[in-house]
């Protein structure tokens, strides 16, 4: 089994950016894939980026790049150009059998979130 947990989330201004971390853990951790999705109120939840198919949601595609950091066993979520539509819950997710951001909002293994607030 994996757990993630997430962090670095906060409020900007619109235009700026910030670095989502969020630090796996587990024996079989690699054998997952992992991506990003995003919940804002009201609104069902969306998958963002997923580091395995290197894809990203229309929405953020240009602006946010995912990569990881194997070393220390941590997926980033890099956001630049924030705007106040990117205000969310952001989740760090993993699945067996999931993989591509298409997917990820389905995923098994949820992290406990962090909140990005945009004005």
């Known amino acids: 089994q994996v757990q993630q947990v997430e962090s670095g989330g906060g409020s900007v201004q619109a235009g700026g950016s910030l670095r989502l971390s969020c630090a796996v853990s587990?024996?079989?951790?690699?054998?997952?894939?992992m991506g990003w999705a995003r919940q804002a109120p009201g609104k069902e939840r969306e998958g963002v980026a997923a580091?395995?198919?290197?894809g990203y949601a229309d929405s953020v595609k240009g602006r946010f790049t995912i990569y990881k950091d194997r070393a220390k066993n941590t997926l980033y979520l890099q956001m630049n150009s924030l705007k106040p539509e990117d205000t969310a819950m952001y989740y760090c997710?993993?699945?067996?059998?999931?993989?591509?951001?298409?997917?990820?909002?389905?995923?098994?293994?949820w992290g406990q979130g962090t909140q990005v607030t945009v004005s």
């Open positions: 587990g024996s079989t951790s690699s054998r997952y894939c």
């Open positions: 997710a993993a699945d067996p059998f999931l993989c591509g951001y298409q997917h990820i909002q389905r995923a098994a293994y």
């Open positions: 580091i395995d198919s290197d």
